[in-house]
């Protein structure tokens, strides 16, 4: 049985730091593409970053050089540290897999079809 699970939520203070960590479990070992996403009540969708199979990883623009992400200690597992955590950054976020194919490069990763998605675990940044 295929599972996404996100765990690390939680509410810090503004300039305070969080790491969340995402496990897929059940997908055979080959090419894949793991992201993060986010989503506040009143905006769309935002990937984050991602990380696939050869190492390759993207931050994007918003929030790159507060956030960081690389691969836990075992295939399929990821990791997004936080820091300098600002309120615009509370949001919920959501870990996803595409588990056939590692990503494209930079923001277009974001745009693949992701076949496995996490519940999402809630982040809140106070000011």
């Known amino acids: 049985q295929v599972r996404v699970t996100e765990s690390g939520g939680g509410s810090v203070q503004a300039g305070g730091s969080l790491t969340l960590s995402c496990v897929a479990s059940?997908?055979?070992?080959?090419?894949?593409?793991m992201a993060w996403f986010r989503q506040s009540p009143r905006k769309e969708r935002e990937g984050v970053a991602t990380?696939?199979?050869?190492?390759?990883?993207y931050i994007a623009e918003s929030v790159k050089g507060r956030f960081a992400v690389s691969q836990d200690n075992d295939v399929y597992t990821l990791a997004l540290r936080m820091n300098n955590l600002r309120p615009e950054d509370t949001a919920m976020y959501y870990c996803?897999?595409?588990?056939?194919?590692?990503?494209?490069?930079?923001?277009?990763?974001?745009?693949?079809?992701?076949?496995?998605w996490g519940q999402g675990t809630q982040v809140t940044v106070s000011s």
């Open positions: 990380f696939d199979n050869e190492g390759r990883m």
């Open positions: 996803a897999i595409d588990s056939e194919d590692d990503c494209w490069p930079g923001a277009r990763a974001f745009e693949k079809h992701f076949n496995g």
């Open positions: 059940g997908y055979a070992v080959g090419a894949y593409c």
